[in-house]
């Protein structure tokens, strides 16, 4: 059956127990999924990762290409970083990285199925393990001169990463959810540097990933403009590029996808941003969810949830994006939206 919330990953709290039981008291009936709510060094998203490339020894600075300056959609600059490239004479077939993201996920596990055994999870909803994609890592750290190269040799280690996961994790148990955030900032000509082929790239790793993905574990995707500062890096004009990137998705993955999640900007209730929805060619029973909750804000829900239904006769809800970089006072009351259009879509 499908359930009328989605969360997205991030949650501004300390420990995966907190998240879980927060998440399960207030809006456990309505998910299908629970993250672990990437506490710890994964809050800041993928942050660590940068961590883990300076210290490899086969990756240095590229000093012959600029920094690269991170800024929000309102101009504001937020950081700006060296990118790095592989060392000269590197054997890329040798390269591995210790992504993290299978350790992480196991230790949650391990939580997530005692709290359940204790009854403090809902029997029937699976364990949510979110995973970047080759793609953001690359664009937002390496140098455009060693993005191919970085996108083969980062597969093979999240590939790796990904089976330890499912060797560990129950299927029945377990979603993988792809955050796919720099390729949609791509789409928006973001960075100084793209290949003209970025789309058919884009969707055969997109591809790829999800079909590496038994078919009895739960596959999503996560399309996201960014929060760093809990702000966009681009502010959307409308869905078409999101619709053209669902489509692109959908297409090139061959195993069943179990849903789909795009944002929604706080001030866009207008049939502007939402008409292109109609473009959708989605299969039938994927769970789409939009990202329409936004924290202090009921009659703005209320609103937006009204503007997507004269496009689209099934939907569910979610934020933007997650939570990690939110105010931490802001997660009672999202989950107080949450329920109250939970609620109100159920009946």
């Not at 501004?12 to 927060?22: I, N, Q, S, Y």
């Not at 789409?288 to 949830?305: F, N, P, S, T, V």
């Amino acid at each position: 059956m499908k359930k009328p919330v989605h969360l997205v990953g991030s949650v501004a709290m300390d420990t995966c127990e907190e998240v879980f039981e927060r998440l399960s008291e207030s809006v456990g009936p309505y998910i299908s999924r629970i993250p672990d709510g990437e506490t710890g060094k994964r809050s800041r998203w993928i942050a660590f990762q940068r961590e883990i490339l300076i210290e490899h020894p086969d990756i240095e600075v590229d000093p012959t290409v600029p920094e690269l300056e991170i800024r929000e959609w309102n101009g504001r600059l937020l950081r700006a970083m060296p990118l790095l490239r592989f060392k000269g004479g590197t054997d890329l077939e040798s390269v591995r990285f210790d992504t993290g993201y299978d350790t992480a996920a196991l230790d949650s596990y391990g939580v997530f199925r005692t709290m359940r055994s204790n009854g403090r999870i809902p029997q029937g909803i699976r364990f949510q393990v979110c995973l970047p994609t080759p793609i953001s890592t690359a664009y937002m750290y390496m140098s455009h001169k060693a993005h191919q190269d970085f996108i083969d040799v980062y597969e093979r280690s999240l590939r790796a990463a990904l089976v330890r996961i499912l060797d560990g994790i129950p299927h029945e148990d377990l979603a993988i959810q792809y955050d796919v955030c720099q390729e949609v900032l791509i789409f928006e000509k973001y960075f100084p540097d793209r290949p003209d082929d970025y789309k058919e790239q884009i969707f055969d790793l997109l591809g790829r990933l999800g079909d590496a993905v038994p078919e009895d574990v739960q596959l999503g995707y996560h399309l996201c403009y960014g929060s760093p500062a809990d702000e966009h890096l681009v502010m959307p004009r409308d869905t078409e590029i999101l619709v053209e990137m669902l489509n692109g998705i959908n297409a090139s993955v061959t195993r069943k996808i179990g849903f789909l999640h795009i944002p929604v900007p706080r001030d866009r209730a207008d049939d502007g941003y939402f008409q292109p929805l109609r473009g959708l060619e989605l299969d039938a029973d994927i769970e789409l969810y939009l990202g329409l909750i936004h924290h202090d804000d009921e009659a703005g829900d209320a609103a937006r949830i009204d503007a997507a239904r004269k496009y689209l006769d099934d939907f569910g809800i979610s934020t933007e994006c997650g939570w990690g970089r939110t105010d931490p006072a802001r997660v009672p009351g999202l989950l107080e939206s949450h329920l109250k259009q939970a609620r109100l879509i159920s009946d």
